[in-house]
């Protein structure tokens, strides 16, 4: 299945998110739990030493260099190198007939980590993120043992040191496993598979495939989809393949395509929310003229007959759900509007009088804020027609200037109150974009437009 929503991190995005790691794997690290050490060890002939590695502690765990790596078809790798840390504890040890206790200091220099990453999706169309490998190698382990015999560890700190190198790779390599699992596992689930809107419409990022790493990026293919909270249909309309610009300036990109628009247009079609009505009290006063059948009589007499001063009331419905197209110069669409008047009687039933068809040419403004797409329209010039008449024929095109007014004043508004209010993107916790930039791409005969923004 074809995106309808895809987001790329180039990457600068990724170096910003591995400081954040590194930042939060260094602190792991050093909360390093190592088990006791005992063991025999025979010094120059005499006998053997029995010793004791109690209450190792770590007082630190340094990754100064670090860097994380895209890799095709595979995922991503991070490499950490020059690594350093510090860490005491208290010997016990048994030699002949002596007994004596003491401390140490170990010094860990020039670690080489090197981890993949395996990038997932589960069922629910979440992203995944696992351990597939992991290596650690340990260049260098100082051991230094203070005390009145500390001279017979220094006799055979060679063997005791190369134990202190294997149980530090193993230790760090299960730190690194217990650190993705829990915190960049965790932390990737968060980002949302499915957004509410409002009261009937949300939004599906699933996605559609696993996240796929290039040479230069890692990208995510995303449903992309509006759809009805009451009733979920399948969409009369495929996505078309999306490309992405080939720069990467920006640390993150979004591109929504035409598709991802339009299911919105479907989506509140089919819930029944792209229903307005007009009355009388919705309209300005500045506007000038009341919504009555005295008002309209100027344009169809017989209505002050048959409805004598009597207020009316418009019922705004699309007929389609609305289509629209991206192109270089942005967003348009034409979407076909019936407009239903009503005369509303004493006993506050409604009398139907004419149903018109209003078409209009409507661009579309897009922006980002705030972590949401934002938008407004701008409308052109009314062309209308008229369906149905319970109230005879008339002239149409007398009413245009009315109904311009109408559309304009009343209903653009509302909106346009609406559409400001934004749709979610696809965002995991804690992420606020910056330095956003809209852009709008012609791709076939469907339309990508990307935004790049760089977290803050």
Not at 83 to 101: I, P, S
Not at 300 to 322: D, G, R, S, V
Not at 399 to 405: A, R
Not at 414 to 436: K, Q, T, V, Y
């Amino acid at each position: 299945t074809n995106p309808g929503f895809v987001v790329r991190i180039t990457q600068a995005g990724l170096d910003y998110a591995h400081q954040q790691g590194i930042a939060i794997l260094e602190k792991e690290l050093a909360q390093l739990k190592l088990p006791d050490i005992s063991g025999d060890s025979r010094v120059l002939r005499v006998g053997k030493v029995h010793y004791e590695l109690s209450r190792l502690r770590l007082r630190d765990f340094h990754l100064p260099y670090s860097r994380i790596t895209p890799i095709s078809n595979v995922g991503l790798q991070v490499s950490i190198s020059n690594a350093f840390a510090e860490l005491d504890g208290n010997w016990k040890l048994k030699f002949l007939f002596v007994r004596d206790r003491g401390s140490f200091d170990l010094k860990v220099e020039n670690a080489y980590i090197k981890i993949s990453l395996r990038l997932g999706s589960d069922s629910t169309g979440k992203p995944t993120v696992s351990t597939s490998d992991c290596s650690t190698r340990i260049s260098k382990v100082r051991v230094l043992f203070s005390g009145k015999f500390g001279w017979l560890y220094n006799l055979f700190h060679s063997a005791i040191e190369s134990r202190f190198r294997k149980i530090l790779e193993d230790k760090v390599c299960e730190s690194v496993a217990k650190s993705v699992h829990s915190d960049l596992q965790t932390y990737v689930r968060t980002l949302p598979v499915t957004a509410k809107i409002d009261a009937k419409i949300g939004i599906d990022y699933s996605l559609v495939a696993p996240p796929s790493a290039t040479a230069q990026s890692l990208d995510a293919d995303l449903k992309g989809e509006f759809y009805s909270l009451a009733h979920r249909s399948t969409v009369p309309f495929s996505p078309l393949p999306l490309a992405f610009p080939s720069d990467h300036d920006h640390m993150v990109y979004f591109g929504a395509s035409s598709y991802f628009f339009n299911t919105a247009g479907f989506a509140y079609h089919q819930a029944g929310a792209l229903v307005f009505e007009i009355t009388e009290a919705m309209i300005p006063k500045d506007v000038g003229f009341k919504l009555n059948t005295s008002s309209f009589s100027a344009f169809i007499p017989q209505l002050e007959q048959m409805y004598p001063n009597m207020p009316m009331k418009f019922k705004l419905f699309t007929p389609t759900a609305p289509f629209l197209t991206i192109g270089p110069g942005g967003i348009s669409l034409r979407p076909v509007v019936d407009a239903q008047a009503y005369a509303i009687l004493p006993n506050s039933s409604l009398a139907p009088l004419f149903l018109l068809s209003l078409v209009r040419n409507v661009s579309a403004v897009i922006d980002v804020r705030s972590g949401h797409i934002v938008g407004s329209l701008d409308v052109g010039r009314i062309r209308l027609s008229l369906k149905d008449s319970a109230v005879g024929t008339f002239q149409v095109r007398m009413m245009q200037s009315l109904m311009n007014i109408l559309a304009s004043s009343v209903l653009l508004p509302r909106l346009n109150a609406r559409l400001d209010e934004g749709f979610p993107l696809p965002l995991p916790d804690r992420i606020r974009l910056s330095n956003i930039l809209v852009r709008f791409h012609q791709v076939s005969d469907r339309a990508l437009a990307p935004a790049g923004a760089r977290p803050a």
